[in-house]
């Protein structure tokens, strides 16, 4: 049978979402991508790590912020060194995103202490 919640469980889940937000702002700290924003954009691009992404695809990984706005915080992320770049060579018009190895490091530092912080053990 399932364990019926209440506000004792959801109170501890609302102080692990609010650790989690701050885990993730203190360890982009040094940067200027410590926006929840850019957790949802480098979260879904860790996902899809194994493929380099067209630039015009990453817009819709923030879903709650403009496109313009988006196409600015891309562009930060590329200029902190968060985001690399590189020629498609079907279509030169195209630049193929990815994330960097200190990016990468950084989110699965993140990944990683999202799991513990819902695991029960």
């Not at 959801?10 to 700290?29: G, K, P, V, Y």
Request: charged share 30%; hydrophobic share 40%; with cysteine.
């Amino acid at each position: 049978m399932r364990k019926r919640l209440n506000d004792v469980d959801r109170a501890m889940a609302a102080q692990a979402i609010l650790a989690i937000d701050t885990f993730w702002a203190e360890i982009f700290s040094q940067t200027q991508l410590n926006d929840l924003n850019y957790c949802d954009l480098f979260t879904q691009m860790w996902l899809q790590r194994k493929v380099k992404l067209p630039k015009t695809e990453l817009y819709s990984f923030m879903p709650n912020i403009s496109q313009r706005t988006a196409v600015k915080y891309v562009q930060r992320a590329i200029d902190e060194g968060m985001l690399e770049v590189c020629d498609c060579k079907q279509d030169r018009r195209v630049k193929l995103i990815s994330l960097s190895a200190d990016c990468q490091a950084r989110v699965k530092r993140f990944l990683d202490y999202t799991c513990k912080t819902f695991s029960h053990d």
